[in-house]
């Protein structure tokens, strides 16, 4: 029922244009219920003529009193004025319950669009504020298939339903009605079997949505392993792997098609059982009337109209069955986007620093793992200092941790003990997109928009001059291969950048950093694609760009770190040790034991050059 309402809250504002419509889609049923009221003159009128045996009412009802009122009279020589008065008639309330109903479906399918295109934008503004936890939780094709199938799915509903079920109870009560004010025992043998066809559509709804919640989550492994097909296409072919990916697709998509046959086994069901009904419910309808008019209960022309708002009472009853199909399958879709809807978003208010960061970074007794069925902390119990101006170096294994801080002083994640401070006030009281704005993080695995090289170096403000652009292309050596490419800084890199190589892909990253200014830098590995002159021409450019700002560096080469102020060696989640780089020689620990690798690795190398 939840799920229901949050159907009808998607209209938000345009309700009010939905009410209108459903007042003229009543119009429109209204009028609608007139036109077998004309037809019953019409043939009275001819039975009394020719002299065809039946009863004749003496009272007719109100709405057949107003329609004589404003006929021309029925004469013997006044008949076909009286017939062309009744074709008339015919034709202006077709035309007045034609013209509401168009208007009626304008102004819902007008208000729809307006209301899905705000749901689209509220659903991707709320992930774009989602914290990086909740984001982990959902795959990626899983996240495209909400954003994208699920949100048609509703539109389809609250486009089309909404106004049909307005529609479908003015008919049935209107016609209910209608049928009561002539003939009290027919109109009750009319609807005898709408309680067995509402409990039947009840129960296709208890199906439907859950095989529709199957087949969903069926679509969603299908959606993410194309996703995740096309990201890694080159691995694929480079492995000679297409067959292998093209089995597993196919029996993705077997496991999709077995739970929508079962989809269209209970809908072939339903309808069968549906029309059954439907149809016994008219036959029904039809010999009553029969033996009403053969005792003179009714007239042939009440009986004509009286059948046709028999047939008008039961079709809303078939069309229930797709309005509450299409209600189970929004209801699932609804229900899968609020998984994402009622997850909290980041609380980005907080401590804003009106001139910027210092860089004083404390860390002290932290302690973080990603989620709670991790088996280790990523972080187990970290403690250091950094000051500010300084450039401290991380380096360790894979999994040591380097990595986590930079997220954990991003404020990506929050540690699960422990504090972190940052010029001497706790990280958790700063304002995270203000403290985002100030930190320049690089990322191993740089990450490129599918524009040009220069739109994707002033990402982050599109209002630098071209001279700022060329300055941090030049320290990032960006420069140095643009006159390579086709069109300069105006190539487009195609999508995450797959036509640069990963050291340019790399060097864009940091260029895009550098623009922002950023107060302290962190560097995650930033040129592990980068040869080693390259490099050492970035690390000479940066050491004047950073000068007095701090800035962490993560990487491998020792040649990268070893003029560091300090260097923090991670294993496992905790400090091994830390210290400069001939502090840390003077240990026979890991650090000394990576330097002697290295060292032997490129003598080793020089001797065969």
Not at 276 to 284: G, K
Request: hydrophobic share 45%; net charge neutral.
């Amino acid at each position: 029922m939840e799920n229901i309402y949050r159907l009808f809250r998607v209209l938000g504002k345009w309700k009010e244009q939905y009410l209108f419509a459903g007042m003229l889609l009543g119009v429109s049923s209204f009028v609608q219920m007139m036109e077998p009221k004309v037809l019953q003159i019409a043939i009275d009128q001819i039975v009394k003529h020719i002299g065809v045996g039946g009863r004749q009412l003496q009272e007719p009802d109100w709405l057949v009193q107003f329609f004589y009122t404003i006929l021309p009279s029925f004469d013997a020589e006044n008949l076909t004025k009286g017939m062309f008065g009744i074709g008339i008639l015919f034709i202006c309330l077709a035309l007045v319950r034609s013209l509401s109903y168009f208007v009626a479906g304008v102004i819902a399918a007008s208000s729809t669009e307006k209301a899905i295109k705000s749901l689209r934008d509220f659903f991707f503004q709320h992930i774009q504020a989602l914290p990086l936890r909740q984001i982990d939780k959902f795959p990626t094709g899983e996240m495209i298939q909400r954003c994208t199938g699920d949100i048609t799915t509703v539109r389809n509903f609250i486009g089309t339903q909404i106004t049909e079920v307005i529609r479908l109870i003015a008919l049935f009560f209107g016609a209910l009605i209608m049928m009561l004010s002539v003939h009290v025992s027919y109109a009750l043998i009319s609807i005898a079997l709408v309680p067995f066809i509402t409990i039947t559509a009840l129960f296709f709804f208890m199906k439907e949505k859950k095989v529709w919640d199957e087949h969903e989550k069926e679509q969603d492994k299908l959606t993410a392993i194309i996703q995740e097909n096309l990201n890694g296409i080159r691995v694929v072919q480079a492995f000679a792997k297409e067959d292998y990916e093209i089995e597993k697709f196919h029996q993705q998509n077997l496991a999709k098609r077995a739970v929508g046959l079962k989809h269209v086994a209970i809908h072939q069901w339903f309808w069968t059982y549906s029309d059954f009904l439907i149809n016994l419910q008219i036959a029904i309808s039809l010999v009553a009337g029969a033996y009403f008019s053969f005792a003179q209960q009714i007239s042939l022309g009440e009986f004509a109209s009286f059948f046709t708002y028999a047939v008008v009472v039961t079709w809303p009853m078939r069309k229930i069955g797709q309005v509450v199909s299409q209600m189970g399958m929004a209801t699932v879709a609804m229900e899968r986007m609020t998984e994402i809807i009622d997850a909290k978003e980041e609380d980005y208010e907080g401590y804003k620093p009106p001139n910027g960061i210092k860089g004083d970074i404390e860390f002290r007794n932290v302690v973080f793992k990603y989620t709670k069925e991790d088996e280790h902390n990523a972080l187990d119990g970290v403690s250091f200092n950094i000051k500010a101006g300084e450039k401290v170096a991380f380096m360790g294994g894979t999994g040591a941790g380097k990595s986590t801080i930079i997220a954990l002083l991003a404020r990506f994640y929050e540690p699960d003990s422990g504090e972190i401070f940052l010029d001497g006030k706790p990280l958790r009281e700063y304002s995270k997109s203000s403290l985002r704005s100030r930190l320049g993080i690089v990322h191993q695995k740089a990450f490129l928009f599918s524009t040009s090289v220069k739109e994707n170096i002033n990402f982050a403000n599109k209002a630098v001059s071209e001279e700022e652009i060329l300055e941090v292309a030049s320290i990032a050596t960006v420069a140095d291969f643009i006159p390579k490419l086709p069109n300069g800084y105006e190539t487009l890199v195609g999508e995450k950048g797959v036509s640069l190589s990963g050291g340019q892909k790399q060097r864009v990253a940091l260029a895009r950093t550098l623009l922002i200014k950023p107060d302290v830098l962190l560097l995650d590995d930033a040129t592990s694609a980068v040869d080693t002159e390259t490099e050492y021409k970035i690390q000479n450019a940066l050491q004047k760009r950073m000068e007095g700002k701090t800035a962490i560096i993560i990487a491998h080469r020792l040649t990268s770190i070893q003029n560091a102020d300090k260097i923090i060696v991670f294993k496992q989640g905790k400090i091994l040790e830390q210290g400069t780089h001939n502090e840390l020689l003077e240990h026979n620990k890991f650090y000394k034991k990576v330097y002697n690798l290295q060292v032997a690795l490129e003598t080793e190398i020089e001797d065969n050059l």
